[in-house]
């Protein structure tokens, strides 16, 4: 069991005996229970990784290990084969000292498929395709589209519905990039979606992705909001670091932006189901319980901390997907003597104040910081309703998303492995990286109490201080990573990142006092739906134990 930083979390239990009661009242739950309890209270493993003496990965299921070097070698053959390995896994077993390696592929079909082949010329290591992994799950997923086709809102959805059938009864992933092609011409629809395998966070190689499904139901007054927001794009683009809104060149946006901003489709939508091992706030805001103060923020504070959070976090996350990925030119050749940029008038490196010296060469490619970056913007903020008049003001809300910095990045060593010296998680290695910036670079502007006795860690922001410090400390921030990003730079962004996300001297002992005050974990239930004749009834839950079991248990999952 692993949470947040893909390290193992082993419940408080002195005992199993309840859990083994529990299961003797079925062979069913008897076969299951002998399956995992030896493994509960076990450690090593750690942490997720390729399968050694302290990690292990169900990507890589089995007693055999594999390394990388397989992975890879598995993985461009595959790529040749044009099978993807999103909906992949792969087992390691020994036949006559070879090894065998199945490539267990998603689907409802089941059986070896007719690729077979042999790893490398020189060895007898064996490849095969084998369908029909997690064909049971599968089959449910099948049957559920197929009955929600039956209330497409248009043929639009019900084609990206079969299409998403088609890549979970076969396998094809084929099949699934053409749901995919469907589904981004589906605008503006009331109900959002999007299922499949997805993300590869859990991956130790990066490519295989783990089952994801969103079920949304969109806000369309919050849309509209967003609208003005995009609407009024290019002001705030005028206003990053790397612009010069003094310059006619670009219409004031500098090389280094695109001429036209082009904002991905985006919807405010409020999530009705999700279904994933990580919950990212930006897909599924908290209300968190105002019984529960954060443990990193001054008694005085609190509270108020508390009332705003929602509301900083809300805009942090709108501003980091419409301008933090929408944002920014790639200085690319794409061809010979064929640039996206003037090759004989290279454009001026704001970090150097001389002319780029790298970019992306043909056919290579590559926002949290963004967010934050325009989160004191009055203007701004007015489009969303905060200003010096508002219940919340506009500063308020700015002086409460620096303090969030700092508990964010408070928050994310404890998922620094101290042993590998890794990070388990990047938006905690991100999250991270910027309260250092600030408290490296901000003068003071924000600051961090330690009480090594009483074990407790405060963040202190300077009011006076955010525009003329805080602002100037990001923004430092944000025009290297945004250069780097630009002109292809990796070797410098990686010496740069390396550094300012290093967890060394008195951080260790903050990270010691971050896994000694840990949090209570989130209770993530979820509503269910339910068909009374014509009507949609929506069932909710406590946010307790009890209620997830219940929420569970009623869902016939």
Known sequence: MTGSGDQKFVPDLSSLEPLKSLASRSPKLQEL???????????????????????????????????????????????????????????????????????????????????????????????????????????????????????????????????????????????????????????????????????????????????????????????????????????????????????????????????????????????LAYCSTIIFPGIYLPNSSKSELCPYINESEAVTFQKHKFSAYYLWVVLHELLGHGTGKMMVQEGDNKYKFDITNKPIDPLTGKAIICWYKPGQTWAELVGAYLMDDPELLSLFGFTTDSEITNDDLTYNLYLQLGVDGLRGLQNFNIDNKKWGQAHSRAHFAMLKCLLTDGDGFLSIKCDSTEKSLIVQVDHSKIRTHGKRALGNMLLRLHMYRCTADVQSCRTYYEELSKVDGEYLEWRDIVLANKEPKWVFVQANTFLDGDQVRIREYDATEEGVIQSWTERSV
């Open 33 to 271: 229970y002998a399956e995992f309890s030896n493994d509960i209270l076990s450690t090593p493993p750690f942490s997720l990784g390729y399968p050694t003496g302290t990690a292990q990965s169900a990507y890589y299921p089995g007693r055999c290990k594999i390394i990388d070097d397989e992975v890879e070698a598995i993985s461009r053959t595959l790529q040749e084969l044009s099978i993807f390995p999103e909906n992949t896994r792969i087992s390691t077993s020994i036949s006559a000292g070879n090894p065998t390696f199945s490539v267990l592929q998603a689907s409802t079909e089941i059986g070896i498929s007719s690729y077979e082949f042999l790893l490398k010329q020189d060895t007898k290591s064996v490849v095969q395709l084998v369908l029909g992994d997690h064909c049971d799950e599968l089959n449910q997923i099948c049957a559920s589209l197929t009955e929600a086709s039956k209330y497409a809102a248009n043929d639009t959805q019900k084609l990206f519905l079969s299409q998403y059938i088609e890549s979970f009864s076969t396998g094809s992933l084929h099949a699934y990039r053409d749901s995919q092609r469907a589904w981004v011409k589906d605008k503006a629809p009331a109900i959002e979606n999007i299922i499949g395998f997805v993300e590869p966070y859990r991956d130790p190689h990066g490519t295989r992705a783990e089952f994801e499904g969103l079920v949304a139901i969109s806000d369309a007054e919050e849309t509209k909001a967003l609208k003005k927001l995009v609407d009024n794009s290019g002001k705030f683009i005028r206003r990053l670091p790397w612009s010069d809104s003094q310059s006619m060149e670009n219409d004031g946006k500098g090389p280094f932006e695109k001429e036209l901003f082009e904002p991905p489709d985006f919807a405010s939508v409020h999530a």
